[in-house]
Structure formats: structure tokens, C-alpha cells
């Protein structure tokens, strides 16, 4: 049994309810558990709250947990992404349109991810090894505007 981090967790977790209908968090916590994952309710509760998950009803009538797509779209990711650019950015440098982002060894994909779900008009796309995330930011918006916002999120 492995103990994830937050991040790790809640991926996972968005995961399982793609895949499957989950109906509660006792069954969520079962289906971790299965596939290795220790957690308990309590943070599976909070977990769900971080993400949006909401109750629907499925086909058949029963209810399940859900992600939707307007939650990603909406306050979600700005939020993710606020809390894990000041957990995990620690240096921000930037060249015409390209923005280096410096984390802790295994923790960039985490700022990429994060990146990418926020759907920030200025930024292409990012690519990210084990302590670098690399961000492409649009032709007109620079690397130095960009790399600034960026900064200012990670509370740098």
C-alpha cells in the first residue's frame, strides 16, 4: 500500500471516476485501497471538494460521483493552479515567448498539468521533465509578461 501525495491522489481519484460509477466515498476509499492507495473518507472527502465532484444521477437512476467539465473550465483550475505554482515553482525565468519554470525533483509534471487544464489564453503548451517545465507562451503575448503573471502566482 502506497500513501500518495495530494496531487497524485486526486488524479488517481478523477481517474477511478471516469472509469467507473462511484456512489460513495466508502466505495471510493475501497477502490484506492484496491489498487494500493491509502486514504481515508475524511481525506477522500476533501479530495472531492477540491476537484468539484458532484452527485449525479446515472442511467438506471442511481447517483454517482461526477467531475464536470464546467468545473475545469470555471474557478477549479485557477485555484489548482495558484496552490500548486506556491507549493512547487521555485525559480521563473523567461527568453522571447518561452517561460522556464524550476521545480523539486518529480514535481514539474504537476506545474505542467496544471498549466494545461487552466487554459490560459497567453500559454501554448507546456512540456515538462523532472524539475523543468518549459511553457510556450503565445506569439503575442511575451515571455517576460507571462513569466511575470506566472511569478506572481507562485508568490515570487
Known amino acids: 500500500m502506497a500513501t500518495l501525495g495530494k496531487p497524485q491522489r486526486q488524479h488517481r481519484i478523477a481517474r477511478v471516476l ?15 485501497a484496491s489498487d494500493g492507495i491509502v486514504a481515508t ?3 477522500v472527502s476533501r479530495d472531492l471538494e477540491d476537484l468539484g465532484a458532484v452527485k449525479v444521477r446515472i ?3 442511481t447517483m454517482a460521483y461526477a467531475i464536470p467539465e464546467h468545473a475545469k473550465d470555471a474557478s477549479a483550475p485557477d485555484d489548482h ?9 521555485v ?6 515567448n518561452l517561460v522556464v519554470l524550476r521545480t523539486p525533483p518529480g514535481s514539474a509534471h504537476v506545474i505542467g498539468s496544471a498549466l494545461d487544464r487552466a487554459g490560459l ?14 511553457v510556450v507562451c503565445a506569439e503575442g ?16
Not at 471516469?18 to 466505495?27: G, R, Y
Not at 525559480?91 to 522571447?96: E, L
Not at 511575451?142 to 502566482?153: D, F, I, T
Open 91 to 96: 525559480d521563473v525565468a523567461f527568453s522571447a
Open 59 to 61: 442511467p438506471g437512476g
Open 41 to 43: 473518507q475524511a481525506t
Open 18 to 32: 471516469e472509469e467507473q460509477a462511484v456512489s460513495s466515498q466508502s466505495q471510493l476509499v475501497e477502490l484506492l
Open 121 to 134: 489564453n497567453d500559454i501554448l503548451g507546456t512540456v515538462a521533465g523532472d524539475d523543468t517545465v518549459l
Open 141 to 156: 503575448a511575451g515571455g517576460s509578461e507571462v513569466a511575470g503573471r506566472l511569478a506572481e502566482l507562485a508568490g515570487l
Open 81 to 89: 493552479l495558484r496552490r500548486v505554482m506556491g507549493e512547487f515553482v
